[in-house]
């Protein structure tokens, strides 16, 4: 809860109007200060005040004077609610019956520390994902599971179709999905404005042919990490795990070390055919990678109502699987005239 201490101004309205200005202090939980009201009839009145600080801010302002004591003081009860953007709002009622309602803003004195400059510290965590397969009740499940932390903020969708970029907010972007039929790449982004006014941002790149991403940013480190993982894991479900592996790792440091072993095979006799062999398989490979990344796309997207038939929706993996099995094909055959 947002702590009520320092000086507030503002209005009172109802039975009586007029200007406040009000110290707080705060001890644990409860109030203490003085309240300045300067009645548009009556004019300036002071009075101590003392509460508690809860969900419900429930005060009593007793009035005072520093010239000479009151013989009757007027007494007032007041509510109050810190609202979501700093401010307070509540009602007040005395004890002879006047009524009405107050909204205070925060003010500072000559003696606050000034904080607007300070460095906020910003976490933020980038998750790469693999090869993913989308229907568009897919992306609905995501977007309404991305925008629970942001009920108050639209998401935006951008895509890229017949060579140019366009930018929706999400709910225009469903509205013309039929027409849309099929996308190789979307971006996703939504963000909001926490209460210590650093944003908290989300942006998701389904990328054709790069990497795609999931990037998270804010103050809350625990949020963060929290959000970026749970993203992932909505992703896990329509990722195609051979293609992500061929794209992400493709001819490692690791597969060089095996060649360098393949040379030294003493099947394979001599030395220059050991290293045919060995550049024959790294040839084969490069291609597997190549083809991959050229035709076989990093991310569909089906947006129709109109399910895709079963080729539609498969041929990348079979495509992968074939490339795949030709090149084992392939270097098995190598090696075999190479020792016959």
Avoid at 112 to 129: A, F, H, M
Avoid at 197 to 206: A, E, G, K, P, T
Wanted: charged share 20%.
């Amino acid at each position: 809860m947002k702590n009520i201490e320092g000086n507030w101004a503002g209005r009172i309205y109802g039975t009586n109007t007029g200007n406040v200005f009000c110290n707080f202090k705060l001890d644990k939980d409860e109030i203490t200060g003085i309240a300045r009201i300067n009645d548009d009839a009556f004019g300036l009145s002071l009075f101590i005040i003392s509460g508690k600080q809860n969900s419900i801010i429930q005060l009593q302002l007793t009035q005072f004077s520093d010239r000479e004591e009151l013989t009757n003081p007027v007494k007032i009860n007041v509510k109050l609610k810190l609202q979501n953007d700093g401010n307070i709002i509540g009602d007040w009622i005395s004890e002879n019956g006047h009524a009405g309602t107050l909204a205070l803003y925060p003010h500072k004195n000559v003696d606050s520390k000034d904080t607007s400059t300070e460095p906020q510290q910003i976490y933020s965590k980038t998750v790469r994902l693999g090869s993913v397969r989308l229907f568009r009740k897919d992306i609905e499940e995501i977007i309404n599971y991305i925008k629970k932390d942001f009920p108050d903020s639209r998401l935006i969708i951008s895509y890229y179709k017949y060579g140019s970029e366009a930018i929706k907010f999400a709910d225009d972007f469903f509205n013309e999905a039929d027409s849309l039929g099929e996308l190789k790449g979307l971006k996703l982004s939504i963000q909001d404005t926490a209460p210590n006014f650093i944003n908290r941002i989300v942006n998701i790149d389904l990328l054709p042919r790069e990497n795609s991403e999931i990037r998270i940013s804010g103050s809350n480190e625990s949020w963060v990490l929290g959000k970026a993982e749970s993203i992932r894991n909505q992703f896990l479900r329509f990722t195609n795990k051979l293609i992500t592996v061929i794209k992400k790792y493709g001819l490692t440091l690791n597969s060089l070390i095996f060649f360098i072993m393949l040379v030294l095979i003493p099947e394979i006799n001599p030395i220059s055919k050991r290293a045919i062999f060995v550049g024959s398989v790294v040839i084969l490979l490069s291609i597997l990678v190549l083809v991959h990344r050229r035709f076989i796309p990093n991310t569909i997207i089906f947006l129709s109502d109109i399910k895709p038939n079963i080729w539609k929706r498969i041929w990348p993996s079979i495509l992968s699987w074939l490339i795949s099995l030709t090149s084992t094909v392939v270097g098995g055959l190598i090696y075999y005239y190479l020792t016959k």
